[in-house]
């Protein structure tokens, strides 16, 4: 199983930024899907973009145009850069893959390994 270390979670006041890195270990297949996702409290947990294998990339509607995920180390690392932060972007944030397939998906249930989290706290 595939093994996920999140790092980056702070606080900041809004309209800042703030980058989350996730690295993975123990993968073994070349097809696989990178992605994050928030929860904030009392909430259902919410997609907020994914990466796959391919390079192709899928952002929930909430953070479009404000965050950017990206990839590195031969994609064993993927970052989630978020800009112009928001108070409603504070939350729980996780990292999870699959390794399955490399279609993007916004569902966490289509996502085997997660993160333990990090969070994020806006300041408004």
């Known amino acids: 199983q595939v093994q996920l270390a999140e790092s980056g979670g702070g606080m900041v006041q809004a309209g800042g930024s703030l980058r989350l890195s996730c690295v993975a270990s123990g993968r073994a297949g070349s097809r696989y899907v990178m992605a994050w996702f928030r929860q904030a409290s009392g909430k259902e947990r919410e997609f907020v973009a994914a990466r796959s294998s391919r390079t192709t990339t899928l952002y929930g509607n909430a953070v479009k145009g404000r965050f950017t995920i990206s990839s590195n180390n031969g994609g064993n690392t993927v970052d989630l850069q978020m800009t112009n932060l928001k108070p409603e972007d504070t939350a729980d944030y996780y990292c999870?893959?699959?390794?399955?397939?490399?279609?993007?998906?916004?569902?966490?249930?289509?996502?085997?390994?997660w993160g333990r989290g990090t969070q994020v706290t806006n300041s408004s």
């Open positions: 999870a893959t699959r390794s399955d397939s490399s279609v993007l998906s916004d569902r966490p249930s289509d996502y085997r390994s």
